[in-house]
């Protein structure tokens, strides 16, 4: 197992490792619940300057809070609304540099600064998001961007 120290994730390498360990945890396991738990704690573990990893999943046209690492969240959230509603109702990534200048961002943790959101989507039908969050302004990199969606379609697969 690796550290915080021992990998920053600020490089495609040590992404690659992150994924194979997610693969790891979840390979032999079918429940949902379970591999989006280890997926969260896993990137909570693997990223540095965060403080708000997990999923939301989609339920009859709103997210509803899954698992994930950090402070109690909102446990709802209406497709559309803030930056995870609209990443799930866009069907897009979502990479927010700051999400106070974010037009009706909805603050859960006060000190979360920057964002990204990426959409799961399996056989065209939204499973819910992966949403994380950071308290330093500009956090997410396009090599976060790139990795944290192979991380999301290698986990998508088990989902």
Known sequence: MFTVETYKGN?????????K?????IEDES?????????SALLNQ??????????????EGELVLGPFQGLPACVRIPFGKGVCGTSASERKLMRV??????????????????EIVIPLIKDDNLIGVLDIDSPSVGRFTELDETMLVKFSEALINYL
């Open 31 to 39: 429940d949902q619940i379970a591999n989006l738990s280890n997926a």
């Open 21 to 25: 360990q997610l693969l790891a945890l």
């Open 97 to 114: 540099e700051d999400v106070h200048e974010f037009p009706g961002h909805i603050a859960c943790d006060a000190a979360s600064r920057s």
């Open 46 to 59: 693997f990223l540095a300057d965060i403080n708000w990893v997990g999923f939301y999943l989609a339920k």
């Open 11 to 19: 490089n495609e390498k040590d992404y690659e490792m992150v994924i």
